[in-house]
């Protein structure tokens, strides 16, 4: 959205546009300039952090910053062992965020409950200390709702976040902290999380790039429930390239959890480029038989063109998704309930009272219904495995509607569907979790008033590459206009 993928700017052009022009340019662009010693790790932070000075106070996406002074610290060692020729990852001297849902060692880390307000976890997850063996500058905390339960990021420790496309509206959840930094330039990178549409939502509204990666590409640990495949850790950036350069950094076996896969991280950081003439691509029918705003189906739809120009066969049609709805609903519950039962009647007392309705159905689940849920979970999963055999990737809008007030919890209906659930208005994003498809989210217009318009493109079981690849193509055809928001002044 900002500049052109793998386009570093010079010498000249950064000087003469002055240090805040590094929060505009890629994290590809900026390890560029790290590695012709143009603009030096400590530059890089220092202009991220004035940044953050200047946009975040309005939106609140960044709520726990790292220490400035130990941040520079680790900035200057880094430039220091790059002047003797030691170059420190591929996330070189990179301000990254990491949800809040994220433990990070000596770092607050809330949840966004109020349960944990002063929680500091000694170690951190294993998402985050990757990203600091790759080189990466942890620059803060990105908000999320409480235990990451919904698609609008609120709670009652640090408020709600604001979108900076219009700060009057939701940035998405859960991790919208984090695409609501990006979009803002308050960083290159940012670590999130997904279970119903977290990585993908807050992407489309704030108008960067999220990938829900395959269940078990980049191990959760610590994790509480080490079975469950719903809820995924994965990249966001302002870029389909960065943020493979991002999954790069976090992916691959660990030896620390039991469902990873074994792939290597590095092989997300090869070149992107793929001829696609002759690729069958679905371009959703029917929406799941949801409703859509006109002007997202429209926006949306008219992508076929471009997929076209690629030279890809474009055909309407949709997998079946029967049983989508009931399977997430249960899965959901019974890995939220298996949470909260952890903790004691006085913290679950202070939960918010969405959190209280998934326990609920988490109490009345007998060990025949989740046995049933997964049965049924497999059966889908078969059926959009041999969709995809036959149509590799399938396209279709990340969000059912525009960016909704910031004051409201959730929408209560829309297009005439009266909601009971905080969930019910973004389904189709959570629909396609329970497939355990790799799904990407990248930008693809703006509506009317200028809010961001996203799309997703879910891939074949573990074609993780496949999806990324996809998504840059689209990306360097569509060409759309690089515009950033107006809180950044630019």
């Known amino acids: 959205m900002y500049d052109t993928p793998n386009t570093a700017c010079s010498a000249t052009a950064h000087r ?34 004035a940044r ?11 709520v726990t910053l790292g220490d400035s002074e130990q941040l520079r610290a680790r900035a200057r060692q880094i430039d220091t062992r790059w002047a003797a020729g030691e170059w420190q990852g591929v996330l070189h001297g990179l301000p990254v965020s990491q949800k809040d849902l994220t433990a990070t060692g000596g770092v607050r880390t809330t949840y966004g409950s109020k349960v944990f307000e002063h929680h500091v976890p000694e170690r951190s997850a294993l998402v985050a200390r990757r990203c600091d063996a790759a080189g990466a500058l942890m ?29 009057s509206k939701s940035a998405g959840g859960s991790s919208g902290g984090a695409a609501a930094s990006l979009a803002a330039g308050m960083n290159p990178l940012a670590c999130g999380s997904d279970m119903g549409g977290s990585l993908r939502n807050p992407a489309a509204w704030n108008g960067v790039v999220g990938l829900r990666p395959s269940p078990g590409r980049v191990p959760r640990a610590p994790d509480l429930n080490g079975w469950a495949t719903l809820g995924v850790d994965g990249p ?44 069958r691509v679905a371009f959703s029918e029917s929406l799941a038989g949801l409703a859509v705003d006109p002007e997202i189906r429209r926006t949306v739809h008219a992508q076929a063109a471009v997929f076209e120009a690629l030279g890809c066969e474009v055909v309407f049609a ?20 298996t949470l909260v039962q952890q903790l004691d009647a006085d913290a679950q007392s202070l939960l918010k009272p969405e959190i209280d309705d998934e326990c609920r159905l988490h109490r009345s689940l007998s060990a025949a ?45 829309f ?17 396609l979790s329970v497939t355990e498809a790799p799904v990407l989210a990248v930008p693809c217009g703006f509506s009317a008033t200028g809010l961001p318009i996203g799309m997703q493109i879910a891939g074949r079981y573990r074609d993780d590459w496949g999806v990324l690849q996809l998504g840059h193509a689209y990306e ?3 060409a759309h206009s690089r515009v950033r928001p107006p809180l950044t002044g630019a």
């Open 16 to 49: 003469a546009t002055g240090i805040d022009s590094l929060c505009e340019l890629s994290a590809l662009a900026l390890l560029d300039l790290q590695r012709k010693r143009e603009v030096s790790a400590v530059e890089i932070l220092d202009a991220h952090l």
């Open 52 to 62: 953050i000075d200047a946009v975040n106070p309005q939106i609140n996406a960044l």
């Open 139 to 167: 620059i803060g905390k990105s908000n999320t709702p409480e235990f990451g339960a919904g698609s609008h990021t609120f709670n009652d420790v640090f408020g709600v976040t604001r979108n900076p496309w219009d700060p």
């Open 236 to 279: 966001m950036a302002r870029n389909v390239a960065d943020t493979a350069l991002l999954l790069s950094a976090i992916a691959g076996p660990s030896g620390e959890t039991a469902t990873e896969l074994y792939e290597p991280g590095a092989t997300f950081a090869r070149p992107l480029e793929r001829d696609f003439r002759g690729v």
């Open 318 to 337: 949709d997998p079946d998704l029967a049983d989508a709805e009931e399977v997430f609903r249960i899965e959901r519950a019974w890995m939220i309930g």
């Open 369 to 413: 219904d989740l046995g049933q849920m997964f049965v049924r979970k497999s059966a889908l999963f078969q059926r959009m495995r041999a969709f995809t055999n036959e149509h590799p990737f399938y396209v279709l809008p990340a969000t059912q509607m525009h960016p909704f007030d910031a004051s409201l919890r959730w929408p209560a209906s």
């Open 415 to 431: 297009m005439g569907e009266r909601y009971t659930s905080y969930i019910d208005w973004m389904r189709i994003c959570w629909y």
């Open 476 to 478: 360097q055809a569509a």
